[in-house]
């Protein structure tokens, strides 16, 4: 299985963030298990790679401009659906989604293989876009980004991003409405072809009956017509059925779910307000109610803490819970709630007098046999606690990237006081989770207990520098954020 290619500079590294969240995304659509899917992936992701440098570095047409292309993210989910069509040919089609399968194997998949002028329409459209312009519709319409984000992200002026996204629309429309008059179509379509364009251009006009009919038989026109309606909110749909392929609706669904896990219901708010997009009422209705939900909250933590006092012990032992139930590492990505997950142990699983026996005899940083952190109760506070009377030797930063129904994706940023020659990163997780792949360093994992150990191109770390990389992983009921922390057999702190 190949390794992820290695970026080639700053901005390319930042692309394959973005773009590999992408990849998984539909990886995970097109296989029937997550080692499958993170294994279909990689290899896509790199056969994508190759793809995408060969067109940019390719000749020079005569008009001065490179060969057409999709951008990189549809380029690449496109090399997801062929490495999968390789699979089936391979004899490896047992790792493949069984629809997925069918679909490879009928008619449906030729299209996107076969001569262009039969190609989806949204496909060839999109295409003979420029690059940025086609970056821009793909990210605003399908990824779903908020559009001053998109903006940002390809170096536009968030103020004008909305015109110039209308533009776009109007521009793919044009190639579009073009492409289907090139198309070749039986007499019935072609004489439907002009008055189809006259009746997606208005949001009031109705189409007349015979039309509809035809569109309702005709799978080439039902696209053409998708392709050319910009009001209605079908643009989308169009774009990820005519571009992807196969689990086209169900990519765009996932992504739009995972946009709003990735920016929260209030963080994008800030963005959309400076330019005046009517979600502010939304949002607003969206605190509301989660403010309503906090208090009923507060009032049954109340009730209960109430109802427990006169079984319980002093305050000073309610005080000690408190302080144990904090987590080490912060989750930089609120997950939404889950369905029904396990219930998580208690946080005080020692008794009382424990406490005060630590205290009095206080671990030596030397001597980790003291304390097994690898059964350390749910709860209980990260072992840089015998850091924090001193300087720690490095700090770490956890970041949860994307998350879906069996898997996430992390990264992991450690911030070392001291040069390195060579470096090994240790966790334990709380809830079963398991590493099957990791980029920029090799893995292992005893239970709950996992290391990595740095690459040979980033061993060496100066004094002060960071040291960074990035995994796949499964979960079940609870994804919890990861503790225990070390870098070299030292404890790290937390990031601020």
């Given at each position: 299985?190949?390794?992820?290619?290695?970026?080639?500079?700053?901005?390319?590294?930042?692309?394959?963030?973005?773009?590999?969240?992408?990849?998984?995304?539909?990886?995970?659509?097109?296989?029937?298990?997550?080692?499958?899917?993170?294994?279909?992936?990689?290899?896509?992701?790199?056969?994508?790679?190759?793809?995408?440098?060969?067109?940019?570095?390719?000749?020079?047409?005569?008009?001065?401009?490179?060969?057409?292309?999709?951008?990189?993210?549809?380029?690449?989910?496109?090399?997801?659906?062929?490495?999968?069509?390789?699979?089936?040919?391979?004899?490896?089609?047992?790792?493949?989604?069984?629809?997925?399968?069918?679909?490879?194997?009928?008619?449906?998949?030729?299209?996107?293989?076969?001569?262009?002028?039969?190609?989806?329409?949204?496909?060839?459209?999109?295409?003979?876009?420029?690059?940025?312009?086609?970056?821009?519709?793909?990210?605003?319409?399908?990824?779903?980004?908020?559009?001053?984000?998109?903006?940002?992200?390809?170096?536009?002026?968030?103020?004008?991003?909305?015109?110039?996204?209308?533009?776009?629309?109007?521009?793919?429309?044009?190639?579009?409405?073009?492409?289907?008059?090139?198309?070749?179509?039986?007499?019935?379509?072609?004489?439907?072809?002009?008055?189809?364009?006259?009746?997606?251009?208005?949001?009031?006009?109705?189409?007349?009956?015979?039309?509809?009919?035809?569109?309702?038989?005709?799978?080439?026109?039902?696209?053409?017509?998708?392709?050319?309606r910009l009001h209605g909110g079908g643009l989308p749909g169009a774009l990820a059925g005519g571009v992807i392929g196969w689990g086209g609706l169900a990519y765009l669904e996932r992504r739009r779910r995972a946009a709003e896990v990735r920016l929260g219901a209030g963080r994008p708010g800030r963005a959309d307000k400076a330019t005046g997009e009517p979600e502010d009422g939304e949002?607003?209705?969206?605190?509301?109610?989660?403010?309503?939900?906090?208090?009923?909250?507060?009032?049954?933590?109340?009730?209960?803490?109430?109802?427990?006092?006169?079984?319980?012990?002093?305050?000073?032992?309610?005080?000690?819970?408190?302080?144990?139930?904090?987590?080490?590492?912060?989750?930089?990505?609120?997950?939404?709630?889950?369905?029904?997950?396990?219930?998580?142990?208690?946080?005080?699983?020692?008794?009382?007098?424990?406490?005060?026996?630590?205290?009095?005899?206080?671990?030596?940083?030397?001597?980790?046999?003291?304390?097994?952190?690898?059964?350390?109760?749910?709860?209980?506070?990260?072992?840089?606690?015998?850091?924090?009377?001193?300087?720690?030797?490095?700090?770490?930063?956890?970041?949860?990237?994307?998350?879906?129904?069996?898997?996430?994706?992390?990264?992991?940023?450690?911030?070392?006081?001291?040069?390195?020659?060579?470096?090994?990163?240790?966790?334990?997780?709380?809830?079963?989770?398991?590493?099957?792949?990791?980029?920029?360093?090799?893995?292992?994992?005893?239970?709950?207990?996992?290391?990595?150990?740095?690459?040979?191109?980033?061993?060496?770390?100066?004094?002060?520098?960071?040291?960074?990389?990035?995994?796949?992983?499964?979960?079940?009921?609870?994804?919890?954020?990861?503790?225990?922390?070390?870098?070299?057999?030292?404890?790290?702190?937390?990031?601020?």
């Amino acid at each position: 299985m190949p390794d992820l290619p290695t970026p080639q500079d700053a901005a390319e590294a930042a692309l394959f963030s973005e773009c590999w969240d992408a990849v998984l995304a539909y990886a995970d659509l097109c296989t029937s298990g997550s080692t499958a899917a993170a294994q279909l992936g990689r290899e896509a992701f790199a056969h994508g790679t190759r793809e995408a440098r060969a067109a940019e570095t390719g000749p020079v047409r005569s008009a001065g401009r490179r060969a057409a292309r999709l951008p990189r993210i549809p380029l690449l989910l496109t090399a997801v659906r062929t490495t999968a069509a390789a699979w089936e040919e391979e004899g490896q089609g047992h790792k493949l989604d069984p629809d997925l399968r069918l679909w490879l194997n009928s008619d449906k998949a030729a299209r996107y293989t076969g001569p262009p002028l039969t190609r989806p329409l949204a496909l060839r459209g999109l295409r003979d876009l420029q690059q940025a312009d086609a970056e821009l519709l793909w990210l605003a319409e399908v990824e779903a980004l908020p559009l001053p984000v998109a903006a940002r992200r390809l170096g536009l002026d968030p103020a004008t991003a909305a015109d110039e996204l209308q533009q776009v629309r109007t521009l793919f429309r044009d190639r579009c409405h073009r492409n289907h008059l090139d198309t070749p179509m039986d007499a019935q379509c072609r004489s439907y072809a002009r008055l189809l364009d006259a009746v997606t251009r208005s949001s009031a006009a109705d189409a007349p009956g015979d039309l509809s009919r035809h569109l309702a038989t005709c799978v080439q026109c039902a696209e053409a017509a998708a392709c050319l309606r910009l009001h209605g909110g079908g643009l989308p749909g169009a774009l990820a059925g005519g571009v992807i392929g196969w689990g086209g609706l169900a990519y765009l669904e996932r992504r739009r779910r995972a946009a709003e896990v990735r920016l929260g219901a209030g963080r994008p708010g800030r963005a959309d307000k400076a330019t005046g997009e009517p979600e502010d009422g939304e949002q607003k209705a969206r605190v509301a109610r989660s403010g309503l939900l906090v208090a009923a909250v507060l009032v049954s933590v109340l009730a209960l803490g109430v109802s427990m006092m006169p079984f319980g012990g002093s305050g000073d032992d309610l005080g000690a819970r408190g302080d144990a139930g904090r987590q080490p590492v912060a989750d930089p990505n609120p997950e939404p709630p889950l369905p029904s997950g396990p219930t998580l142990p208690p946080a005080t699983s020692k008794p009382a007098d424990n406490a005060t026996e630590d205290t009095s005899k206080p671990e030596k940083p030397g001597k980790p046999e003291g304390r097994n952190r690898h059964t350390e109760p749910q709860g209980t506070s990260s072992p840089t606690e015998d850091d924090e009377s001193e300087d720690p030797t490095c700090r770490v930063e956890y970041d949860l990237v994307n998350q879906w129904p069996d898997g996430f994706q992390a990264t992991v940023t450690v911030t070392s006081s001291k040069a390195l020659d060579s470096w090994r990163v240790s966790w334990s997780f709380r809830d079963g989770q398991y590493v099957g792949q990791m980029w920029d360093a090799s893995v292992s994992q005893e239970g709950s207990r996992v290391t990595a150990t740095a690459a040979d191109y980033n061993k060496s770390v100066p004094a002060g520098g960071d040291l960074a990389f990035g995994f796949l992983a499964s979960w079940h009921g609870k994804n919890s954020p990861p503790y225990d922390f070390t870098l070299n057999g030292q404890g790290c702190a937390k990031s601020s």
